[in-house]
């Protein structure tokens, strides 16, 4: 146990706007500390992209945040933890926080009074790219070989969540169409893999009835950054100061800011625009 704090920022970033669920659990989790959020508004999305395209833009991402001296740095999006961080979280000075491992251990953990011995089965959806990297299913095996994995891609879910179709009649039928066959095989658990589902989790939870537990992955980076906390892995903000949230989009997205605005509370959010250039820059070291 240390007595030592940083004030730096913690570092999100995301694809676009989606990773507003996890900047939102972390501030509320933690709200004396100052966030750093990056949405890369002009290529979102990474969903539909190759593990190729998705690492060199984390890359890019990542080294932008550095520049702004955070103190670590959160993959908000499942698409970038899925399928670029394991080849880089190590290449940098400051702790690198994917979701899918945490993931893992929060579908893993057993409610209380439910039976023990009984194989899992775990229901993973996310983005096309997610869930062909088979990150989940790979994390899960390592924790628990006998669990069983259903994995179902639903690329249509972020675009309606966009359109704020939270409940809407057309998402509760794409939701049907997606992951009947996943209810029909009496999954126990549901991982949220990516981070605009959190904002249809009780659509899901309606569908799916209360048989099946849903792991919400805003939720479990507020839980793996508490960890990295108590291990003394990232030191906390001094009790007392000001915690501020900067914002960065990398194209003009016309509803970014409202929507921070209705995530995060508060009047009016500032959100800075980043040239292009000045994400690419950055990354020129690699
Ligand atoms: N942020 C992405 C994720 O969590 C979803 C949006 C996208 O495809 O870029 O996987």
Redesign the pocket.
């Known amino acids: 146990v240390t007595n030592s704090t940083d004030a730096r920022a913690i570092g999100i970033f995301?694809?676009?706007l989606?990773?507003l669920t996890v900047a939102r659990a972390v501030r509320d989790a933690f709200p004396g500390e100052s966030l750093c959020y990056l949405g890369d508004t002009a290529r979102?999305?990474?969903?539909?992209k190759s593990a190729t395209t998705v690492t060199a833009y984390a890359r890019e991402d990542i080294a932008f945040l550095l520049r702004h001296g955070v103190k670590a740095v959160i993959a908000a999006?499942?698409?970038v933890s899925a399928a670029a961080l394991p080849g880089l979280a190590d290449d940098y000075d400051v702790p690198v926080i994917g979701v899918v491992e945490k993931g893992a251990d929060a579908a893993l953990a057993r409610d209380e009074g439910q039976a023990d011995g009984h194989p899992r089965k775990i229901g993973v959806i996310?983005?096309e790219t997610?869930v062909g990297s088979e990150a989940y299913v790979r994390a899960i095996a390592r924790r628990s070989p006998e669990a069983q994995v259903l994995q179902k891609a639903c690329p249509l879910f972020?675009p309606l969540i966009e359109e704020g179709w939270l409940d809407h009649a057309v998402t509760r039928e794409v939701v049907r169409e997606y992951l009947t066959p996943m209810r029909a095989d009496g999954i126990d658990t549901l991982i949220l893999g990516?981070?605009?589902y959190p904002l249809i989790a009780p659509l899901l939870a309606d569908f799916f009835g209360p048989g099946v537990r849903i792991v919400d992955s805003a939720r479990v980076m507020a839980i793996a950054l508490e960890r990295a906390f108590r291990k003394g892995v990232i030191l906390p903000a001094p009790t007392g100061g000001e915690a501020r949230i900067n914002y960065f989009v990398t194209d003009r997205y016309h509803r970014f800011r409202d929507l921070a605005t209705a995530f995060m509370g508060g009047d009016c959010i500032d959100v800075q625009l980043v040239a292009s250039d000045e994400l690419v820059a950055g990354s020129v070291a690699w």
């Open positions: 995301d694809s676009g989606g990773g979102v999305p990474y969903g539909t999006c499942n698409t996310g983005t997610t972020v990516c981070t605009h």
